[in-house]
């Protein structure tokens, strides 16, 4: 059962007071606290067995290794991939996206060739495929969204063509919180025979995801969205496609042999793991998806949207409250503005009632753009909140608003 006083106890966090008021901590979307048992395996490791990984004989090594190995093990389980050589350890998602769009263009993308992204894309979807387009002489095409921040797929038939070599999409965006219909637009790009690379930082911590299911070819996430450590993150593609790609970063741990005449590479998913990995951050990514897991994904689907649901009735009573995003598919995120109040006032205010919220442009200047604003304010939930705080939150801001 889904008992939210012992879910908040695991957050020693979450008992921290700022500017002497209780903190009300509603900016998970750009980063989620961990709780205790991620802390304190971390430390177990750094405290007893710290060694580097794959490379030693010794017990300490061999003890790394094996926790590294069984972190990718918990990952590939979490989101049902076909087999661990698909899961790549990286340093995030926007690591990840680079990975992709490096190799891939370098694999297939041609002068001519078309890569698509949506308007509502988090910067690391968007800029990394800027790049490759540049450097290969294709063209970067955008899924438009509509004014309740959904896609707008009226178009699509003429933005999925053969020209398409892959689409890259979130699977929710984190100013919009709306959720994509990405298992539609795979089956749509893969019938002109693209490939699609799934943005999962927002989903992950969210709602199930299973990436045989949604049949995507890669997918990217950050274990600090999930309540594990910064610095550490996953890419996740299809075995017979990541064979397929160049390898990227160089050095060891992605090589067989190495000569001064050739090198040649090692398997999946080592190919793409140069250098020492962070198996201590790997090893806590682990331990907070054992974490989500035992609560259950569904679980804390059904109470964030309840919240979710709450905040914005709730929220909805201020006077000259805008949302930017009503998609009917939310999940996540509320971007507000009131009135005509700047969102860093704003933000600044709440933070000093001890409530903690994003503004400003959000890593998506184009849904700036889209909307002609200079930013927002954006509320992010978390396994954690309540309702009692999103009363906090809507006290706040009307205090806030009182002032001005
Ligand atoms: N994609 C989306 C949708 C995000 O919200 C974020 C971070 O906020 C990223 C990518 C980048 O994640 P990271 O900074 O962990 O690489």
Redesign the pocket.
């Known amino acids: 059962m889904f008992d939210i006083n012992e879910i908040r106890e695991q957050f020693p966090i979450l008992g921290e007071k700022v500017y002497g008021k209780p903190l009300i901590y509603f900016d998970n979307?750009?980063?989620t606290h961990r709780p205790r048992r991620v802390i304190e395996k971390m430390d177990e490791y750094y405290y007893k067995y710290n060694s580097n990984v794959h490379r030693g004989v010794h017990y300490l090594s061999n003890k790394c290794t094996d926790a590294n190995e069984e972190a990718r093990e918990v990952v590939r389980g979490f989101i049902n991939a076909a087999s661990t050589k698909e899961i790549i350890f990286t340093?995030?998602?926007?690591?990840?996206?680079n990975l992709v769009a490096y190799t891939f263009s370098e694999a297939f993308l041609h002068p001519g060739d078309e890569v698509l992204v949506t308007e509502m894309?988090?910067?690391?979807?968007i800029v990394p495929w800027q790049m490759a387009c540049e450097r290969k002489g294709a063209t970067l095409k955008v899924i438009p969204f509509n004014e309740q921040g959904e896609l707008d797929l009226s178009n699509l038939d003429s933005l999925i063509t053969a020209k398409t070599k892959i689409l890259g999409i979130?699977?929710?965006?984190?100013?919009l919180g709306t959720v994509n219909p990405v298992a539609e637009l795979i089956k749509k790009a893969h019938a002109v025979g693209a490939k699609v690379l799934v943005?999962?930082?927002?989903?992950i911590p969210h709602i199930p995801v299973d990436v045989q299911a949604l049949d995507c070819d890669f997918l990217?996430?950050?274990?600090?969205?999930i309540y594990g450590p910064?610095g550490v993150?996953i890419l996740y593609g299809k075995e017979s496609l990541l064979e397929q790609l160049p390898p990227w970063h160089g050095g060891g741990e992605m090589i067989k042999t190495v000569t001064f005449a050739k090198t040649t590479y090692n398997e999946l998913p080592f190919k793409f793991e140069a250098g020492t990995p962070d198996f201590i951050g790997i090893i806590g990514l682990g331990e907070a998806l054992k974490f989500v897991s035992e609560i259950g994904m569904s679980d804390i689907r059904a109470h964030e949207l309840a919240l979710l649901n709450y905040a914005h009735s709730e929220l909805a009573k201020i006077d000259g409250m805008r949302f930017y995003g009503t998609a009917t598919e939310k999940s996540g995120a509320i971007s507000f503005l009131v009135g005509d109040i700047h969102p860093f006032d704003l933000g600044t205010l709440l933070d000093h009632m001890g409530v903690a919220v994003r503004t400003g442009q959000?890593?998506?200047e184009p849904v700036m753009q889209h909307y002609g604003i200079n930013g927002l304010v954006r509320a992010s939930l978390g396994v954690y909140n309540t309702e009692q705080e999103v009363d906090v939150l809507v006290k706040s801001i009307k205090r806030a608003a009182a002032m001005f």
């Open positions: 979307g750009a980063t340093r995030g998602t926007t690591e990840s996206i894309e988090h910067h690391a979807n979130a699977y929710v965006s984190n100013v943005d999962a930082a927002q989903a990217a996430f950050s274990g600090h969205k910064t993150g959000l890593c998506a």
